[in-house]
């Protein structure tokens, strides 16, 4: 995964491909690997979740920390506030600190913390406040969600305290923790467009500049679009087709579609316009 890109999780069987797929990787080593911390599961780029490999657990959590905030919006037009969520996170910590527990049970142990919203945050997808401090507390590396049965492909966790906290000797900036995510994602991927890592990033067009403007992109070829990391350069010029096909079934979140969001780039002119 630092080699090739954090494998985008949404429940299913998606990093369990990623992870087989280029490394041969079984799942029990997979599910192994997630239960010593080795790899985790958490709220990255772009908002969305990622299976990332301990390494990148502080800068994974850093780049994702601002989409965290996007349901508090929602929630204080609610009648939610500031001080409220804090209080409540407290309580949560508390509760978590005498074992694992699921959302239902963190709620019994939170007593009167946690709140109904009402019909209007039915409507808005928000029918009580603890899902708030569940995803503030996991997005500042407080907390932590483990699968029930330790499978990364299926949606039932439990929440335990993430000691400890990922983020406590984390020193980046925002700026800089987007140019490690950009200097990740151009050697994940390779050559790809400045609109291509701001889809994945979730970055304007200014920031997206700024956090790549340390990495001295090259452009592929002269006019081009794509640019690459310059010390790929070589390796990139050096690669040949292999003679003979190698063929690994990959699942629809891979990164070789996700990360550019191309799928003719993968094909032959020839094949664009085939049906199957």
């Known amino acids: 995964m630092e080699q090739t890109g954090w494998a985008r999780s949404v429940g299913g069987s998606g990093p369990y491909l990623t992870l087989f797929a280029r490394a041969g990787t079984s799942r029990e080593a997979a599910d192994s690997a997630g239960a010593n911390l080795q790899i985790h599961e958490l709220p990255t780029a772009r908002g969305c979740t990622y299976v990332v490999p301990a390494s990148d657990f502080a800068l994974g959590l850093k780049v994702g920390r601002s989409f965290a905030d ?3 919006k929602t929630a204080l037009k609610l009648g939610v506030t500031d001080k409220e969520l804090d209080k409540l996170c407290d309580a949560v910590l508390k509760a978590l600190a005498k074992g694992p527990l699921d959302p239902e049970e963190i709620r019994e142990a939170t007593g009167g913390a946690a709140r109904s919203l009402g019909e209007e945050g039915k409507k808005k997808g928000m029918i009580t406040t603890l899902p708030l401090a569940l995803g503030k507390l996991q997005a500042i590396g407080e907390i932590r969600r483990v699968p029930m049965n330790g ?6 966790y439990r929440y335990v305290p993430w000691l400890p906290n990922p983020l406590r000797d984390f020193k980046l ?4 923790a987007q140019t490690g995510l950009a200097r990740r994602y ?3 991927i390779g050559p790809a467009t ?3 890592f701001q889809w994945f990033s979730a970055l304007g067009v200014k920031a997206a500049k ?8 090259e452009p592929l070829e002269k006019g081009d679009d794509r640019v690459m990391l310059p010390a790929d350069r070589e390796r990139f010029n050096a690669f040949k087709v292999p003679k003979e096909p190698k063929y690994v079934l990959v699942s629809s979140l891979d990164g070789m579609t996700l990360l550019r969001r191309d799928v003719k780039g993968l094909l032959d002119a020839a094949d664009h316009g ?3």
């Open 70 to 72: 996007a349901p508090m």
């Open 186 to 188: 151009f050697g994940w």
């Open 151 to 156: 499978r990364l492909d299926q949606q039932r």
């Open 194 to 196: 400045l609109a291509e």
């Open 210 to 217: 700024a956090a790549i403007e340390p990495l001295h992109l």
């Open 173 to 176: 900036s925002d700026q800089e």
């Open 274 to 276: 085939r049906k199957v």
